[in-house]
């Protein structure tokens, strides 16, 4: 049976049910065993996604698993290979005046030929388990046997029209036994029979991460920390010289500076920057550029903050703005690296537009710029080679709600006491919107989350960035079920939240992609909004390029149509605690990436005494000429 590794992540979890069509039988998924270690993974960074959706699941009975996770308690996998045995190992004879029920620990012990042995007619798989919120799979065959008879002749009484209802009986004395239900010793909360094609089955618990990889052969030397964050901080301001240095060798090169200024005083600055040229020394390393941005303190980054927590802030301040970067700018070096490797290409919406034949091709695209301009998107990049890292990290059973379910982890392939996760990474394509950040400014201090004292200088596009930078509590985004108690990083992230599920659920009627194929990632640190294909299926790659370059404006007027209005108004817009719902905001909970949480279509368009994003009196700081951008 041949599965792609994306099918297999999703439907072939090791102790899933599975239907083996081609015998018209029922197997169970065995733990995987043949896989590949993926050893050139940010552990760390997968450790944290695990963690910050352990809040999501009830684990009453698998706490102890799951808390504290940390990079050295995971190890990650490729599955290579997924057998299956048959499951559950309950038959009966189909014969209405027979119906024995034929039951083993293993398939060999069934009768061989697939006949009864009490008629000789054929027997049949009973296609019913029973999950438990714990995690606990049980066949339907009886737990106990005649008191006088023990299993020696058990028949299936199928008379009731409901599973439910249909008994076991002792063919000797016709006593009842059992039903196919039965009951869980942990938690007293079994589902059942269910049949075996049911979904509430089997959950597979999976995350979606952007997966972009260094290129640099110290690569390894790349320090994950807060001098790292600096240092692409320090490229996101222009600081930093990425027209002969990339962001790897920046970060793991140590600066001359000290070395170099006692040359300038012996030799004048022009002299002794030709011999640093000559010697091919770096003057501003990775310790200027940390000092060149040192003032710059995220919220969850200033002493009164546990370790732990500064930690995990630099990491996501780090991962957002190396993704944006790569995703927007490229790679900085050498393009004969990104032979055989998982980059992005981006290209930006002013290199289409600047393109005359482009623009003969498509003349709606001189209606693209304004549209973007009048909804306070900055720019934009459609982005081939989007690189995803698709991780499965455990699965749930009984209920489709996490907060009901226990989380439970896959038998380890090694057999090792540290937990498996197991991922496959696949190439997809990306549209990258970023948020005019003095709209933002001007958005907040009218609805007076800031004074005008505290607003930078709209002017100063490194202030803007910086302001950013300095006011964005990336580590209160990581549970969607927390609430966001630091104001600023509330209110920015439910706009960009909003404006990204207004495009997302709208994107589908103009590509042809279903909502549920495409997902989300904030980066309110930039601000900016990437909404990516999840699938990887033939048909999926080349609509995200199709939307970009032939159906921008209706999509963003679509957009904001969906922001204005909602068909069970005035009771979504009235909603205290958002206005989002079914019939609007509220799309596929494994597309958001917020699982439905912070949104709120009124800080957009309102019709309240809340002042929108997109409200006429809201201005952006978007250049008139696109070549400035």
């Not at 029979?193 to 509430?200: E, F, G, K, V």
């Not at 070395?259 to 920057?273: F, I, M, P, R």
């Not at 690189?387 to 009901?404: C, E, F, M, W």
């Not at 596929?588 to 409200?615: M, P, Q, Y």
Request: glycine share 6%; proline share 5%.
């Amino acid at each position: 049976m041949e599965r792609g590794v994306a099918q297999v992540l999703n439907s072939y979890g090791a102790r899933n049910v599975f239907d083996f069509g081609q015998l018209g039988l029922t197997m169970q998924t065995n733990p995987w065993r043949r896989v590949e270690e993926l050893d050139d993974v940010d552990r760390e960074r997968v450790a944290n996604i695990i963690q910050s959706r352990i809040g999501r699941y009830r684990n009453r009975t698998t706490a102890d698993e799951w808390d504290s996770l940390s990079a050295d308690d995971i190890d990650l996998y490729r599955p290579l290979k997924v057998e299956g045995q048959l499951y559950p190992l309950v038959f009966y004879c189909e014969n209405k005046d027979c119906r024995k029920v034929h039951t083993a620990t293993e398939p060999g012990y069934l009768p061989s030929d697939g006949q009864c042995r009490a008629c000789g007619e054929s027997i049949t798989q009973l296609p019913f388990v029973n999950v438990c919120p714990c995690g606990r799979l049980e066949d339907p065959g009886p737990d106990t046997g005649c008191g006088a008879h023990g299993f020696d002749d058990i028949r299936l009484n199928k008379r009731a029209s409901e599973p439910a209802m249909w008994r076991y009986e002792c063919g000797e004395c016709g006593d009842t036994i059992d039903v196919l239900s039965s009951s869980c010793g942990v938690c007293n909360d079994m589902k059942g029979p269910l049949p075996t094609a049911s979904s509430r089955i089997f959950y597979s618990e999976k995350a979606v991460e952007v997966d972009i990889p260094y290129l640099s052969d110290e690569a390894d030397d790349i320090p994950n920390d807060k001098a790292w964050a600096h240092v692409l901080m320090a490229a996101h301001l222009g600081i930093a010289d990425l027209e002969s240095d990339t962001l790897e060798s920046l970060a793991t090169t140590e600066g001359k500076l000290d070395k170099y200024q006692k040359w300038v005083d012996k030799l004048g600055e022009e002299q002794a920057k030709e011999m640093f040229d000559d010697m091919d020394q770096n003057i501003h390393g990775r310790e200027t550029l940390v000092a060149d941005t040192k003032h710059i303190t995220p919220p969850d980054t200033t002493e009164d903050v546990d370790e732990g927590t500064r930690a995990l802030a630099y990491s996501n301040i780090a991962h957002q703005l190396f993704t944006f970067q790569r995703s927007t700018k490229g790679y900085e070096g050498d393009l004969e690296a990104l032979e055989d490797t998982r980059h992005p290409i981006p290209k930006s919406l002013n290199q289409f537009l600047n393109d005359p034949e482009f623009r003969e091709r498509h003349p709606q695209s001189g209606r693209y710029r304004p549209q973007l301009t009048e909804s306070h998107i900055r720019q934009a990049w459609i982005v081939d080679q989007f690189p995803l890292l698709n991780i499965l990290y455990g699965y749930t059973r009984a209920d489709s709600q996490s907060n009901n379910a226990d989380l439970r982890s896959f038998p380890h392939p090694r057999e090792r006491a540290t937990t498996p996760i197991f991922a496959d990474r696949t190439p997809s394509e990306a549209i990258i919107f970023e948020i005019d950040r003095t709209a933002i400014i001007n958005w907040l201090q009218a609805n007076g989350v800031i004074s005008a004292d505290e607003r930078p200088d709209t002017s100063d596009e490194a202030a803007l960035k910086e302001w950013f930078l300095n006011n964005i509590a990336t580590t209160e985004l990581d549970n969607p079920f927390s609430p966001i108690e630091d104001d600023v990083t509330r209110w920015v992230y439910r706009l960009l939240h909003s404006l990204s599920h207004c495009l997302l659920a709208r994107a589908g009627e103009q590509c042809g992609l279903a909502t549920s194929s495409l997902s989300e990632r904030i980066f309110p640190v930039i601000p900016a909004i990437a909404i990516y294909a999840a699938s990887t299926e033939n048909f999926a790659l080349g609509s995200m390029f199709t939307l970009f370059k032939t159906r921008l404006h209706p999509w963003v007027s679509d957009a904001r149509d969906l922001a204005d209005q909602c068909l069970v108004d005035a009771t979504c817009r009235e909603d205290p605690s958002g206005a989002a719902c079914d019939a609007c905001l509220h799309i596929e909970e494994t597309s958001c990436e917020a699982i439905n949480h912070h949104l709120d279509r009124r800080i957009i368009r309102s019709k309240s005494d809340i002042v929108g994003f997109w409200d006429r009196e809201i201005e952006n700081g978007i250049p008139d000429d696109i070549a400035d951008l």
